[in-house]
């Protein structure tokens, strides 16, 4: 049977970083949880993120290991503090129309699927691939790979990755990705991203150009 015209298109695929790249706070521990409990060492609680972020440690082991009892209600006030970018949800509803979109996310996995359903990503995004799910995170091409493998039809010209840190587009680059840096501190002087953006609502007007090019 011959195939349809619709499974050999090749598509535009669209890759963003959610923590830092759509939400308003680029860093979950230093600007939202340590100011929560500034008692606590900001090195420990790091530390215990990382573990968490991969599935090392289970959710209610972290908060034990960082001095939080009874976390239920405290958790709960810690997410409600993470909020998107005014209007790039709305973008991405755009953005959707002629491109496949992804999230690829260092967040432990009960936290980004609370996201995921307050924020209705799942109507948007068409794969959300969260570190604490695969136990391995970016910049390991591991996370990457698992990525990719869900869009056969991507153009491999036409893949976008947008991320507010220079290492992990490093990776993205590996793969061939069309690189985004949305500006933040962090530079690098041995890699040079395809593109530089101080606005994530800059993104949609350059896929479109970038693909007209």
Known sequence: MEESNKDNEKERLVIFDMIGTLTSNPHLISQILHLMIPNKSINLIR????????????????????????????EERFLSKILFKMGVLEMATRMKKDSRLAILSNIPSEWGYYLVQKFNLRDIFDEIIFSGDYKIKKPKPGLYDILIKKFPNADPK??????????????????????IWLKSGRTSDSFTPDYIIEDILEIEELIRTSSNT
């Open 47 to 74: 530390r215990e993120y990382w573990n968490y972020q991969v599935s090392r440690i289970s959710k209610s082991t972290f908060w034990n290991n960082i001095g939080v009892a009874n976390y239920e209600d405290f």
């Open 158 to 179: 036409q893949i976008f990755f947008v991320d507010d840190d220079i290492e992990d587009l490093i990776t993205g680059a590996r793969f061939n990705m069309k690189t």
